[in-house]
């Protein structure tokens, strides 16, 4: 079965500094990975995702993540963090589920405070 | 256009109750997703539904049941109500027309629902 590691439970960081928030997947075929963002109350916005190709890939925001096979992870960075970008991340592969359907499953996220 | 819309909001139950959670999907995607995010966790994979047919079932009791409509909308419904199914219930949707696999999935702002 898939599972998702979400290491850091909580990270801070001063507004303008750079963010690595990191993922480690475990899946046995080739994963589909997907990083989303929920801020307090709401529900989760698609930051950005990798189903093949390129190992880096952009997302929206100015968030980009880097899928490294050999690592079995999934980072998502990004250069310079804004105070509107405290929220919780969660990293999710993707994966099939039953009658030909698809499911997430989710790591258990990592909340970002950004200080002034 | 409109994203993925849930209703009611948020919700208080008694242990014991139903309850009937409502979901319209987004404008032309035909599969619609039922996770349940307990407060501090990660989402968790409830169901699918896919042109009105159950296309994955998550590990939940069978207090826990689905359908779609015609319109692609959905219900989720929980009976026999617990404290332990206190949590956020969130709604996705995705286009589906391709094939599920890998389809990526938007998710609505969720109902909260507290079980006293």
């Known amino acids: 079965a898939q599972s998702v590691t979400q290491p850091d439970i909580h990270i801070t960081v001063s507004e303008g500094a750079s963010l690595e928030l990191r993922c480690n997947y475990s899946?046995?075929?080739?994963?589909?990975l997907f990083w989303y963002v929920q801020s307090p109350g709401q529900g989760l916005q698609l930051l950005l995702k990798?189903?093949?190709?390129?190992?880096l890939v952009q997302g929206i925001k100015g968030f980009e993540a880097e899928f490294k096979r050999s690592q079995s992870s999934f980072n998502l960075r990004k250069p310079s963090v804004h105070w509107s970008d405290a929220a919780e991340y969660f990293c999710?592969?993707?994966?099939?589920?039953?009658?030909?359907?698809?499911?997430?499953?989710f790591g258990g996220g990592t909340r970002l405070m950004v200080k002034p | 256009d409109a994203g993925v819309t849930q209703s009611p909001t948020h919700l208080i139950k008694t242990r014991g109750q139903h309850v009937t959670l409502r979901c319209s999907p987004i404008?032309?995607?035909?599969?619609v997703s039922w996770y349940q995010q307990v407060l501090g966790q990660g989402p968790q994979f409830i169901f699918q539904?896919?042109?009105?047919?159950?296309?994955g079932r998550g590990n939940f009791p069978d207090r826990f049941s689905a359908r779609q409509f015609p319109n692609y909308s959905s219900e989720l419904n929980v009976n026999a109500l617990l404290l332990g199914d206190s949590a956020l219930y969130l709604c996705?949707?995705?286009?589906?027309?391709?094939?599920?696999?890998?389809?990526?999935?938007?998710f609505g702002p969720g109902t909260r629902l507290t079980v006293l």
């Open positions: 996705a949707s995705s286009i589906g027309t391709s094939g599920l696999l890998w389809d990526t999935q938007y």
């Open positions: 899946y046995g075929a080739t994963p589909y």
């Open positions: 990798y189903f093949s190709g390129d190992t």
């Open positions: 999710a592969v993707g994966a099939p589920a039953g009658n030909a359907g698809n499911m997430l499953t």
């Open positions: 404008s032309g995607h035909k599969s």
């Open positions: 539904y896919y042109e009105k047919e159950e296309r």
